[in-house]
């Protein structure tokens, strides 16, 4: 968790240069856009729960190196104020080939958007409001059918 | 005997009800997630509107995302919020 903007070139280079077995990394990104539901977006404010949103990603991390055989994973997340453009999240993970660090790559974003505790609240025009959860993002994470699913109300 | 919690309220519930966290003693027939929040919906009508089920809602216990049925007990630090949107 960061205020401050990080540059993904080199943490992916520091990532994938920590291991001489590693074969494979897949990363994504998350940046901010100008436009949410038809409205234009000019700024917003992430907020986190701090204690639980660590303990959340870490747990994430582990359901996902116990389901596939990854050597590690690396996540960033900014808080605070952000503009369109700006970078939010990395995720990046390696492993010995593609198809594992492309799975658990993706598990991760889809429980990250679902579980971890980060809400947006963005600027528009017609004043800020509070960004909606995503059925379609539930619906991501119900695909992976993962046994340990803790229970929301 | 004390039922001390800390509750803490985050994004759209804490500008509702425009408290970060608070301590508060609970009474001895609140002992889950659902009576707690039954009893909060009490406290005045931005309390009602947000934890009376008109509004999705999630509770963490001790920083741990739980269903409404899960048990809570002093010493807990029970948290209240929104659908998250991260990412």
């Not at chain 1, 980060?118 to 046994?147: C, I, L, Y």
């Amino acid at each position: 968790m960061q205020q401050a903007d990080f540059d993904a070139g080199a943490e992916i280079a520091a990532f994938r240069l920590a291991r001489a077995d590693t074969g494979a990394v897949a990363a994504f990104i998350g940046q901010v856009r100008d436009l949410n539901d038809g409205q234009a977006v000019q700024a917003m404010t992430l907020e986190h729960y701090p204690g639980m949103t660590e303990k959340s990603l870490q747990d994430i991390v582990d359901r996902a190196k116990a389901r596939w055989n990854i050597f590690d994973a690396l996540v960033i997340h900014r808080t605070g104020e952000l503009r369109p453009l700006d970078q939010i999240v990395l995720v990046a993970v390696s492993g010995a080939h593609r198809g594992e660090a492309f799975a658990a790559c993706e598990f991760i974003m889809d429980y990250l958007k679902t579980e971890a505790p980060f809400w947006k609240k963005e600027q528009t025009p017609a004043g800020a409001h509070w960004v909606d959860a995503r059925e379609s993002d539930d619906r991501a994470k119900r695909r992976w059918n993962d046994a340990d699913e803790p229970q929301a109300s | 005997m004390s039922r001390a919690v800390q509750l803490l309220y985050f994004a759209r519930l804490r500008e509702a009800l425009g408290v970060a966290q608070e301590r508060v003693e609970l009474p001895e027939e609140v002992a889950d997630i659902a009576a707690l929040m039954a009893w909060l919906a009490g406290r005045g009508e931005a309390w009602r509107q947000e934890f009376a089920g008109c509004r999705p809602l999630r509770a963490a216990v001790n920083q741990t995302l739980v269903a409404n049925s899960a048990g809570i007990a002093a010493g807990d630090e029970i948290a209240f919020f929104p659908p998250v949107t991260g990412g």
